[in-house]
């Protein structure tokens, strides 16, 4: 299975170009969407070359969840840690976003390796500000000072929809209302949930997350809104603890939660391709078969020359009745 990369691809080749063409200074207009509704807006001009303007629009966040400034949590804190002096927070973001930061690639690492590390970095801003509430929590559970124990925290992570971290002591167990659109999409995804929790209990995965799925809401939802319990694929529940979370496997598995239902989706939307690739091969088999059993009687009256019959007038049947006599 394939995971999804935490920097956007294209972000980061912008970013790229920029640091290794400063002397060029092209004006610079960028516009695109990625996964989940995350749109982005990078903006340069000649006059300043050192200077990028990045734009981040969010999901539209459903009721049970809560923003600050347009901001999950945690975010403004955690861009000032992830990008010191290169990143300025402007206040208020451009109009239609949540986000933006002024650059100033000026004042980037001398270093190449670190320079490449710190742009990757400013490429993943999508999992800096929306993971930021989840590896508070998650942070907490390291040192053990986890709050609000069995309080369900809501998390936007796509539009109009969220997820739920249940904090306890000595674990968080991480629940995904699962929603697809179209039927089909909701079979297969149901199919392959219970799949991957099967997959979770092989002898090569001990140390992995204990996952469960299940048609109806878990306990820990109780308290939730009723609209967040309706879920047509189930709900998958991931119980993180302490082991999953210490030193750098923090930022693999915010980002591994953060983007789930994407993970599935994309799955999903590649088993149809295959399938549909898979039945198209298979009825060229059955028309090549089909050809190749009928009869050779058909082939030879296919092949056969056609006749032809010539309508003649009254005067040409005079002309050779004529000829005939006469003969």
Same mark, same amino acid.
């Given at each position: 299975?394939?995971?999804? &990369?935490?920097? =956007?691809?294209?972000?980061?080749?912008?970013?790229?170009?920029?640091?290794?063409?400063?002397?060029?200074?092209?004006? $610079?207009?960028? &516009?695109?969407?990625?996964? *989940? *509704?995350?749109?982005?807006?990078? &903006? +340069?001009?000649?006059?300043?070359?050192?200077?990028?303007?990045?734009?981040?629009?969010?999901?539209?966040?459903?009721?049970?969840?809560?923003?600050?400034? +347009?901001?999950?949590?945690?975010?403004?804190?955690?861009?000032?840690?992830?990008? %010191?002096?290169?990143?300025?927070?402007?206040?208020?973001?451009?109009? +239609?976003?949540?986000?933006? $930061?002024?650059?100033?690639?000026?004042?980037?690492?001398?270093?190449? @390796?670190?320079?490449?590390? $710190?742009?990757?970095?400013?490429?993943?801003?999508?999992?800096?500000?929306?993971?930021?509430?989840?590896?508070?929590?998650?942070?907490?559970?390291?040192?053990?000072?986890?709050?609000?124990? +069995?309080?369900?925290?809501?998390?936007?992570?796509?539009?109009?929809?969220?997820?739920?971290?249940?904090?306890?002591?000595?674990?968080?167990?991480?629940?995904?209302?699962?929603?697809?659109?179209?039927?089909?999409? #909701?079979?297969?995804? #149901?199919?392959?949930?219970?799949?991957?929790?099967?997959?979770?209990?092989?002898? %090569?995965?001990?140390?992995?997350?204990?996952?469960?799925?299940?048609? =109806?809401?878990?306990?820990?939802?109780?308290?939730?809104?009723?609209?967040?319990?309706?879920?047509?694929? %189930?709900?998958?529940?991931?119980?993180?603890?302490?082991?999953?979370?210490?030193?750098?496997?923090?930022?693999?598995?915010?980002?591994?939660?953060?983007?789930?239902?994407?993970?599935?989706?994309?799955?999903?939307?590649? =088993?149809?391709?295959?399938?549909?690739?898979?039945?198209?091969? &298979?009825? @060229?088999?059955?028309?090549?078969?089909? *050809?190749?059993?009928?009869? *050779?009687?058909?082939?030879?009256?296919?092949?056969?020359?056609?006749?032809?019959?010539?309508?003649?007038?009254?005067?040409?049947?005079?002309?050779?009745?004529?000829?005939?006599?006469?003969?």
């Amino acid at each position: 299975m394939i995971l999804l &990369q935490s920097p =956007s691809r294209y972000l980061l080749q912008i970013l790229s170009n920029r640091v290794q063409n400063f002397e060029k200074g092209v004006e $610079l207009d960028c &516009q695109w969407v990625e996964f *989940d *509704d995350i749109r982005y807006h990078i &903006q +340069g001009s000649v006059k300043n070359p050192n200077v990028l303007l990045l734009s981040v629009s969010l999901p539209i966040p459903p009721p049970e969840t809560v923003l600050f400034g +347009g901001l999950p949590l945690g975010a403004l804190e955690a861009i000032k840690a992830a990008y %010191g002096v290169v990143a300025q927070i402007l206040d208020p973001p451009r109009d +239609g976003f949540n986000l933006t $930061l002024k650059l100033n690639l000026a004042k980037l690492p001398s270093d190449e @390796e670190h320079k490449h590390a $710190l742009l990757t970095k400013i490429a993943s801003v999508r999992e800096v500000v929306m993971g930021a509430p989840l590896r508070a929590v998650l942070k907490q559970l390291v040192t053990r000072t986890v709050s609000d124990l +069995g309080k369900p925290v809501a998390l936007v992570h796509r539009p109009n929809e969220s997820f739920f971290l249940v904090p306890q002591a000595d674990k968080v167990t991480v629940i995904f209302p699962m929603r697809f659109n179209d039927s089909i999409d #909701t079979v297969l995804a #149901t199919s392959f949930l219970q799949e991957f929790v099967e997959a979770r209990r092989t002898a %090569g995965l001990n140390n992995a997350p204990p996952c469960l799925w299940s048609p =109806s809401p878990p306990q820990e939802l109780k308290e939730a809104f009723t609209e967040t319990l309706s879920a047509n694929a %189930g709900f998958v529940s991931f119980v993180i603890f302490p082991r999953h979370v210490e030193g750098r496997k923090l930022d693999r598995t915010v980002w591994n939660l953060s983007t789930f239902h994407a993970y599935v989706n994309y799955h999903v939307k590649c =088993s149809e391709c295959f399938m549909h690739t898979r039945m198209r091969r &298979q009825v @060229e088999s059955l028309i090549q078969a089909l *050809d190749r059993a009928k009869p *050779d009687s058909e082939k030879a009256k296919r092949n056969s020359p056609s006749r032809s019959f010539k309508r003649m007038s009254l005067k040409d049947g005079n002309n050779s009745f004529g000829s005939r006599s006469w003969k």
